[in-house]
């Protein structure tokens, strides 16, 4: 594959997430749609250091890649703990309906 192959990968995969995030009221949809943009980000980064000619050191991309990974493994742990405990506060996880959350 060539790069501007991955690069269409990764926007159709951005484009996707973002289409979610902004359209689903599902707590747990959202999440998915961050999550999708956050692999495009990550496939760029992989893609670029795999395809970037560098000097000595041949694995920036995979090290932004891990990166990434790690903090969207972090982030689902947190979205999905206060989902939860928005689930057994108000029987749902309707973003739109949570708006009693705020402080």
Request: a neutral charge; aromatic letters at 10%.
């Amino acid at each position: 594959m060539t790069l501007q192959a991955y690069l269409v990968l990764s926007t159709i995969l951005f484009t996707l997430g973002m289409i979610m995030f902004v359209s689903k009221k599902n707590t747990i949809a959202i999440l998915m749609g961050v999550e999708l943009v956050l692999n495009a980000a990550a496939l760029n980064f992989v893609a670029f250091g795999y395809f970037t000619p560098s000097k000595g050191n041949q694995l920036d991309g995979q090290v932004f890649a891990i990166f990434i990974i790690l903090l969207a493994a972090a982030e689902a742990v947190v979205a999905l703990g206060i989902a939860l405990a928005a689930y057994k506060e108000y029987r749902h996880v309707q973003a739109d309906e949570l708006a009693s959350l705020n402080g």
